[in-house]
C-alpha cells in the first residue's frame, strides 16, 4: 500500500491537503497552492461557527458542518487540479443567514391583524391630510386679572372693539372661583374661554384644566359663567407671592368661504423650504469640498511616486471612515457643538457629501482616457499641466451629474436630519408623531413626495442632457 502511494504523488498531495482541512478549513488549499480560496474558506467556516455559536440554536450548526464537509472535498479536488462548485456550501450559509435573520427581526404577521385597531387610529387621520383649512372671521376681548391679590389690585375690566368683558372679584388665588361677565359678542355662538400667563402661556380652563372651555351667548350677546384659576397659573413665575397681571380672553369664530393654509399647512410649507435650501446649501460646499479632495484620491494622479501614492492611500482611507458613518449620527455630534438647528444638519449633511461625492468623483478621474496623460507626461509637462488639460476637459459633465444627483439625496436626507434637531421638515415631523397628530403628519408625506418627485424629475431631465 505505502508503496501504491508513494508511486503516486497526485493521490498522496490530495490525501494530504483532505487532511489538513479537515484539521483546518482552508489549509488543504493553501497546501494545493490555492492561497486565496483556502483563506476565504478559513474565513467563512469561523464566522459561521461564530454566528451558531452565538445565537446557540442546534440546527444552525449544521451550515458550518457542511461547508467544513465541502472544505474536505474541495481541498481534495485542489490538490488534483479540480476545483468543486461553492454552491452547496453557499446554500447552507445563506439558509442559516435567513433562518438567524427571521429570528433576530422577529418577523411575527400576526402582529399585524393584532394590532389592526391601532393600525387604523394611524391610518384612517392620514387620509385627512391637514394642509389648508377654512376661512374664519374671529371676534375676541379680554380682561386682566391679578394672581395673587396684591396691595391694591386694578379694576378687572376692559372693552375691545365694543365688547366688555368684567371679571369679579378683580384677583384671587389658585383655584379660586371667579365671575366672568361680557356683553357686545355675537350672539347664540360658542365662545372659547381661556387663561394666558404674564409670559403668554395659554392655559385651558375646561374639564382637569387640560381641555378647552366652551360657553354659549345668549340671544343677546351676553355672557355670564364661573371659571376657576388654573393651578399651573403660576408654574413659570419668579416668586409666586408676586402679584402679577394675568388676561382671561374671549375668543368667537366663524367660517366664511374659502381656504386658507391651516397652522400646520405653515409649519410643512416653513420646513419644507428649509428642507431645500439646507440641502442646496450641503451641496454646494461638499462638492467644493469634494474637488480637490478627489484628485488627491484619484490613484492614475497619485500612483507615480511613493509621497504621492501614500497621500493617496490616506485621503481614500478618510473618505470611506466618513462615508461609512450616516449623516443622523454626524448631526448628533454637531447638534451638542452648535445647538439644535439646521446648522448642524447642514454641517452633517455637507461632511458626508465630501466624503460621497470626493469617491465618485475620484473614479470618474481613474476612469478617463489615459491618452492625454500620457502625452502630457511624454512632452514633460508637470502635475498641475496634466490636470489642468488632460483631467478637466473629460471630468466636468460626470462631476456636475453626480453633484446633481447627489443634490437629489441630500433632499431626502434632510427630510429626516431634523429628527434629531437638525432642522428641516424632519423637525415637525417628529413633533407630529410624538403628539400622534396623524393628520399633520399626512400633509409633510405628501409635501416630501411631491418635492422628491419634482427634483428627482428635474435632476434626471438635466443629467440627461449632461451626458
Partial sequence: MAARLSSNPSKRSSITAGLLSLILPGLGQIYARQRYRGVIVLFGAFLAVLIAFWYGVPAWYAAPAVLWLWNVWDAVGAARGKLRS?????????????????????????????????????????????????????????????????????????????????????????????????????????????????IGDILPLGKGFITDLYVTTDAQGNLDTTIHIPPSALSAAPDPTLPLEHRIYLVQSRPRPGFQLSENGGYVVQGIIQTIFLALISTTFGALGAIPISFLAARNLMGGHPLTLSIYVIVRTLLNILRSIEPLIIAIIFVVIVGLGPFAGAIAITLHTIAALGKLYSEVIEGIDPGPLEAIRAVGGNWIQMVRYAVIPQIVPPFASFTLFRWDINVRTSTIIGFVGGGGIGFYLYQWIIKGDFEAVSSSFIAIAVIVVTLDFVSARVRARLV
Avoid at 95 to 114: E, P
Avoid at 137 to 162: D, I, Q, R
Wanted: hydrophobic share 45%; glycine share 8%.
Fill in 86 to 198: 461553492a454552491f452547496l456550501p453557499l446554500l447552507a450559509l445563506l439558509v442559516m443567514g435567513y433562518g438567524i435573520g427571521w429570528q433576530v427581526t422577529g418577523i411575527d404577521f400576526s402582529a399585524l391583524i393584532r394590532n389592526l385597531d391601532r393600525a387604523t387610529s394611524i391610518v384612517i387621520p392620514m387620509f385627512h391630510p391637514d394642509f389648508f383649512s377654512g376661512v374664519e372671521t374671529t371676534n375676541s376681548a379680554w380682561a386682566p386679572v391679578e394672581v395673587p391679590c396684591g396691595p391694591n389690585p386694578p379694576e378687572a375690566v376692559n372693552t375691545v372693539n365694543g365688547i366688555h368683558v368684567a371679571i369679579s372679584p378683580n384677583c384671587g388665588k389658585l383655584n379660586q372661583e371667579l365671575t366672568v361677565q361680557a356683553s357686545g359678542l355675537w350672539p347664540d355662538t360658542p365662545t372659547n374661554i381661556q387663561w394666558a400667563t404674564p
